[in-house]
């Protein structure tokens, strides 16, 4: 039963890794802030919600003062 519930939780885990990894997925021209890959994205997305006003200023200091996407923690409908 206990071996069935782990790999039940590594099949979730592995499905929701790859389900961001598409979501995040992002060929426009704008640069996105942070580490590239899924890690990166949830890192980012931590920061913008702890101290979004340092993340900003970050980014335009990294960007040239120029336009960036910010990774968040909400989806879009």
Known sequence: MLLQ???GAAVLLTG???R???AIAYEGGVPRFG???VLGYIQAALRWTLDAEALIIEGRKQFNNGPFVIPML????
């Open 5 to 7: 519930i782990l790999i």
């Open 16 to 18: 929701l890794y790859f």
């Open 20 to 22: 961001l990894a598409r």
């Open 35 to 37: 580490k590239p890959g």
């Open 74 to 77: 909400v989806s879009q409908l």
